[in-house]
Nanobody, 127 residues
Framework: QVQLVESGGGLVQAGDSLRLSCAASGRAFSSLAMGWFRQAPGKERESVAAISKSGGRTYYAASVKGRFTISRDGAKNTVFLQMNMLKPEDTAVYYC????????????????????WGQGTQVTVSS
């Protein structure tokens, strides 16, 4: 089992920044490929960003590319999502997810690829 705990959400204004954190436990962090998803009211859950277990490969949805950065810190067993230039359309519940076992240089894009999920953290961006 892998436990994931997200933090860092909140209410901000358009143009502001937030950094989400997801602390993982229960398995070796280095074995986990990680992803961030979000779900807005009335919409399906969508992939936002993903990172390989090595950290060497990353993916971003077109809607966030250039504004969001995913990273991981092995010493802290934590994956981060730095969100800059936030827009009202970024408003959603953000979820962290983990996949194991993972290939070294592979990130995963589909929700069905991930076995473990955090509880979610709300991000609200006002205009």
């Amino acid at each position: 089992q892998v436990q994931l705990v997200e933090s860092g959400g909140g209410l901000v204004q358009a143009g502001d920044s937030l950094r989400l954190s997801c602390a993982a436990s229960g398995r070796a962090f280095s074995s986990l490929a990680m992803g961030w998803f979000r779900q807005a009211p009335g919409k399906e859950r969508e992939s936002v960003a993903a990172i390989s277990k090595s950290g060497g490969r990353t993916y971003y949805a077109a809607s966030v590319k250039g504004r969001f950065t995913i990273s991981r810190d092995g010493a802290k067993n934590t994956v981060f999502l730095q969100m800059n230039m936030l827009k009202p359309e970024d408003t959603a519940v953000y979820y962290c997810a983990a996949h194991t076992p993972a290939y070294t240089a592979t990130y995963y894009l589909e929700a069905d690829d991930y076995e473990f999920w955090g509880q979610g953290t709300q991000v609200t961006v006002s205009s």
